[in-house]
C-alpha cells in the first residue's frame, strides 16, 4: 500500500470520514436496542449482535494498536453487556480517530487500516442492521449519501437522520 502515503493529511482526512461514517452508520444500527437485541441468534451457532459488536471493538482496538505501535497482534476480548460494548465501540472510535487527527506518524500503511478492520467493521455493521430487523426491532432506512456526518464526529451522539424511509 505504498501508493498511499501515511502522513499525508488528505489520506488522514479520509480515513477519519470513513471512521465517522461508521460512528453514524453503526450508531444508528445500535441505537435504540436492547439486551434482547443483543442476544438474538438466527440459528443457536449464529453470531449475536453482542458477539459482532464486541468484535468491532477488537478491530477497531487492533486498528489503533497497528496505527500507533505499528503492532499487528490480535486480541479478542470477552464480550460485556450490550451497553458496554456499544459504549466501548464508540470509545474505540474516538481513540482512533483521535490518533489520526494527531501530529503522531501512522507506524502502518493507511490502506491496511482502510481495507482491513474498517472494511470488516463496516460488513459487520450491515450485519447488524439485518439482524435488527429479523428481531423485530425496525431501523428506518435513510439516503446516506445525504447524511449529516464530518470528519471527527466519531462518538454516540450523531446528527439526526435525514428523512428515514419506510421499507416493507
Known amino acids: 500500500m505504498s501508493a498511499l502515503p501515511p502522513d499525508d493529511p488528505a489520506v488522514r482526512a479520509f480515513l477519519r470520514h470513513a471512521l465517522a461514517t461508521l460512528a453514524y452508520r453503526a450508531g444508528k444500527t445500535v441505537r435504540g436496542t436492547d439486551e434482547g437485541f443483543a442476544d438474538y441468534r438466527v440459528t443457536p451457532d449464529s453470531n449475536s449482535p453482542r458477539t459482532i459488536l464486541a468484535h468491532?471493538?477488537?478491530?477497531?482496538?487492533?486498528?489503533?494498536?497497528?496505527?500507533?505501535?505499528?503492532?499487528?497482534?490480535?486480541?479478542?476480548?470477552?464480550?460485556?453487556?450490550?451497553?458496554?460494548?456499544r459504549a466501548r465501540f464508540f470509545a474505540a472510535l474516538e481513540a482512533l480517530d483521535a490518533h489520526l487527527?494527531?501530529?503522531a506518524p501512522l507506524r502502518c500503511g493507511p490502506g491496511l487500516l482502510f481495507q482491513?478492520?474498517?472494511?470488516?467493521?463496516?460488513?459487520?455493521?450491515?450485519?447488524?442492521?439485518?439482524?435488527?430487523?429479523?428481531?423485530?426491532?425496525?431501523?428506518?432506512?435513510?439516503?446516506?449519501?445525504?447524511?449529516?456526518?464530518?470528519?471527527?464526529?466519531?462518538?454516540?451522539?450523531?446528527?439526526?437522520?435525514?428523512?428515514?424511509?419506510?421499507?416493507?
Open 116 to 168: 482491513g478492520g474498517i472494511a470488516d467493521a463496516f460488513t459487520h455493521t450491515g450485519q447488524l442492521a439485518m439482524l435488527r430487523r429479523l428481531s423485530g426491532h425496525r431501523m428506518r432506512g435513510e439516503n446516506y449519501a445525504r447524511a449529516d456526518i464530518v470528519a471527527g464526529r466519531v462518538g454516540a451522539e450523531q446528527a439526526p437522520p435525514k428523512p428515514e424511509y419506510e421499507f416493507d
Open 101 to 103: 487527527a494527531s501530529d
Open 56 to 85: 468491532v471493538g477488537d478491530l477497531l482496538d487492533w486498528l489503533l494498536r497497528m496505527a500507533r505501535d505499528g503492532e499487528r497482534t490480535w486480541t479478542a476480548a470477552t464480550p460485556r453487556s450490550w451497553d458496554a460494548e
